[in-house]
């Protein structure tokens, strides 16, 4: 798609301007470039003689497109026009003054017009201003009523054979809106291109507006050792132009494409602020100051742009390419991240008619397997009947369905997603009845390491995951099997070994599937598990337990041991403290019923004293307990010091 430029043209686009040339006959379409993304590039071109005015006629779904992405091209001319009519045609008539919106009878016409001075015949010539029009009942048929030097005349409609309106603005206006009906197309709007200009030369216009889709379908026959594929194209000329012998390119991309609304005028809505009247203020002058740094700089780099652009003008090449994509040649060929198939031959392609045309026919490398996607467990299913294709064509294939002929009959339909060059695809058409598959599921823990870092104890397990396959081939030809297994998450493969190919979900193993056997195929992954112990958090019992975990290595076991000895230590001394804890709490409540028997008794009595030789024993007790507790406190302490401290500074 190669569009030239002898000059940066500036195209004015003027809504409801009227130009003074006639219009001539439509510039036929030369190039069409038909996208997979839904739109089409459409070049027009000719030879032109002096000033013309061209007409383009676009749906009103496309006008916009075209705004956006009109292109002229016109060696001759320095100011190309563009015009179009921004209103509704209701709206258009409305404003005229003589309204012909709603398709109104002429004695609607005339009553619209009160005041109109008209000449009519009937038979006679009549002149004067229109009162108005009404129905006669008696005679049923409708009157005009005319103001004729200050006389009432009426006249019967059906005696009147000539109209004039003697206002010209009325007859330019009755003229202008039997022309815009004439020329109005439901959907569809008017541009109207102006070239200025006294030389005959050779005039090109290219826009880009929505077009159907063309679709791909391919043919592929497997009978052979190197299978031919056929690639057709689907052309839909949704247009009102034909199509005769058109350069034809289909183009397979994704490109950037929008609308936006250019056609309908656009309006800000603006705030309204009150007048600023604030009376009178003193004068002042000031005096002249410097530019700040930021506009200095910006001046500099305004005026490097604009010598830039002044020194590259005279330059531009009278070919610049807009695009990349190389018309002349006749086969595909990349376009950035486009692919272009431009067709041999000029197609020829009638309005609103679609064709079918060949873009690929050629071998390619294939060779038959069978597919197992996905196999239920407890379920037997038979594999896919597949090709895998190698695309080794030299040119990327779009997407679409596949008829495939195997046998010199048809075998069955397939789809292809966008296949690039050099790239592998696995195709499907219908199932290998001969081949039959199964699969078992298990899983099971084993341990597999333990680590003790500053206080941590981090035990890993795997999971393992197995699944295997029992396949049957009850065919006396042996099978390529594709073999889709879905891999778990965050596992990693065992066995086998290797696969052929991974894809978002699955991994892919090869493998022959001999005649009239069975065997099995297993697939094994794992997953580590991890569960990580705060050792500072774990009694003894359960230190002791994993110090005797046969899992463990024992220098593992060993320092659990010990750490298991230190929190024994620990537990020892927390039993004494418990121990001595209890026997004062006991110490203090014996206490407290002494002195309540003393109340109830008297302290001079001999009960009463008594009681009071046992409370200053148990006074004497009670200070023992205390001091063994602070003895037992630091014992404990020291306990869990050394616990601590070992636990911390392990590293195994």
Known sequence: ???????????????????????????????????????????????????????????????NDALKSLIVYDPASDAPLVSYASEDLQKTLSELKINLSGNPSITQILHSLKGAELEIYAPDKIVGKIIGTQVNREKNYDELSLLVNNNIHVVPLNNVTSYKFTDAKISQDLTL???????????????????????????????????????STYRLDLSNARPFLQGWAIVDNAGDSDWENVELSLIV?????????????????????????????????????????????????YKTMA????????????????SNVDYDTPESKSAGEQFVFTLKNPVVLKHKESAML?????????????????????????????????????????AGPIAVYEGGTFAGDALIEFFGENEKRFISYGDDLAVKGTVAYSSKSRFDSVKISKGVMTITEKMVYEKVYTLKNSDKKSRDIILEHPFTADANLITPAKYAE??????????????????????????????????????????????????????????????????????????????????????????????????????????????????????VEIDKINADMDKIEKSLQKAHKAFDDYVANLDI
């Open 358 to 398: 060949p873009f690929v026919q050629s071998n390619l490398k294939a060779r038959k397997v069978s597919i197992f996607t996905h196999i239920p467990q407890g379920v037997s299913v038979n594999p896919s009947l597949g090709a895998e294709l190698t695309n080794d064509l030299g040119l990327k294939l779009p």
């Open 502 to 619: 991974k894809t978002s979900s699955a991994y892919r193993f090869e493998f022959t599937l001999p005649p009239n056997r069975e065997l099995k195929y297993s697939v094994k992954e794992e997953r580590p598990i991890q569960n990580t112990i705060l050792i500072a958090q774990m009694d003894y019992t359960v230190i002791a337990a994993f110090s005797t975990n046969k899992d463990f290595p024992s220098s593992v076991k060993n320092v659990l041991k010990e750490a298991a000895k230190l929190m024994n230590t620990v537990t020892a001394e927390k039993g004494k403290l418990s121990n001595a804890q209890n026997a004062l709490a006991e110490s203090i409540s014996e206490q407290g019923r002494i002195r309540q028997n003393i109340t109830a008794v008297g302290n001079g009595s001999p009960q009463g004293q008594e009681y009071i030789k046992r409370l200053t024993a148990l006074d």
């Open 177 to 215: 809106a039997l022309d815009t009906i004439l020329n109005h197309r439901q959907n569809v709007k008017n541009l109207y291109l102006y070239l200025p200009s006294s030389k005959k030369r050779n005039v090109s216009i290219s826009y880009v507006i929505p077009a159907p889709v063309w679709k």
């Open 307 to 322: 010598l830039a652009e002044a020194a590259a003008a005279p330059t531009m090449d009278a070919d610049y390419a807009l």
């Open 1 to 63: 798609m190669q569009i030239k430029l002898s000059r940066l043209l500036l195209v004015f686009i003027i809504t409801g301007a009227a130009l003074d040339a006639d219009i001539v006959a439509q510039l036929p379409i030369k190039k069409v470039s038909l996208f997979s993304s839904g739109v089409g590039y459409f070049e027009r071109s000719g030879e032109l003689q002096g000033s013309v005015k061209l007409l383009l006629p676009f749906e009103t779904a496309a006008i």
């Open 253 to 301: 991309g994704r490109p950037v494409s929008f609308t936006q609304p250019l056609y309908t005028p656009y309006f800000l809505n603006r705030p309204s602020l009150p007048l600023s009247i604030a009376g009178f203020a003193e004068a002042k002058t000031y005096e002249s100051g410097f530019q700040s740094s930021k506009q200095a700089q910006n001046k500099v780099a």
